[in-house]
C-alpha cells in the first residue's frame, strides 16, 4: 500500500520561498498523477497544483499560477511543489495526493505539513 509523507512546510516572511516534498513509500506513484492541496484555519481545503503521471500535463489553480511549480523526480517517487513569492494568504496545510488527473479524484493522501507565511 501506498504511503505519501509531506515534508518542507515551516515559518516563512511574505516574499520568501518553500518547496514541499511528497515522498512516497510502499510503492511507486510513477503512474499517477499526484495533486497538492491546502487548508487554511477555518476554511474548505482547496486544489493548489497537480502534475499528471509523466509530467507533461500540469494544472494550477489561478491563486497560485506563476508563483508555485509542481514537478515530479520518478527515481526518487517524489513530487515537489516549489513555492516563491509567498504571501500570507498562502498559510495552511500542504497535502499531497495520487489519484487521477484532475483537481478532485485523489484516492491517497499524505498527513499534510503546515505553512505559515508571516506578513
Known amino acids: 500500500q501506498v504511503h505519501l509523507v509531506e515534508s518542507g512546510g515551516g515559518l516563512v516572511q511574505a516574499g520568501g520561498s518553500l518547496r514541499l516534498s511528497c515522498a512516497a513509500s510502499?510503492?511507486?506513484?510513477?503512474?499517477?498523477?499526484v495533486g497538492w492541496f491546502r487548508q487554511a484555519p477555518g476554511k474548505e481545503r482547496e486544489f493548489v497544483a497537480t502534475?499528471?503521471?509523466?509530467?507533461?500535463?500540469?494544472d494550477y489553480a489561478d491563486t497560485v499560477k506563476g508563483r508555485f511549480t509542481i514537478s515530479r523526480d520518478h527515481a526518487k517517487n517524489t513530487v515537489y511543489l516549489q513555492m516563491n513569492t509567498l504571501k500570507a494568504e498562502d498559510t495552511g496545510v500542504y497535502y499531497c495526493?495520487?489519484?487521477?488527473?484532475?483537481?478532485?479524484?485523489?484516492?491517497?493522501w499524505g498527513q499534510g505539513t503546515q505553512v505559515t507565511v508571516s506578513s
Open positions: 502534475i499528471n503521471w509523466n509530467a507533461v500535463s500540469t
Open positions: 510502499g510503492g511507486t506513484v510513477s503512474m499517477y498523477a
Open positions: 495526493a495520487a489519484g487521477r488527473y484532475s483537481r478532485w479524484d485523489y484516492a491517497i
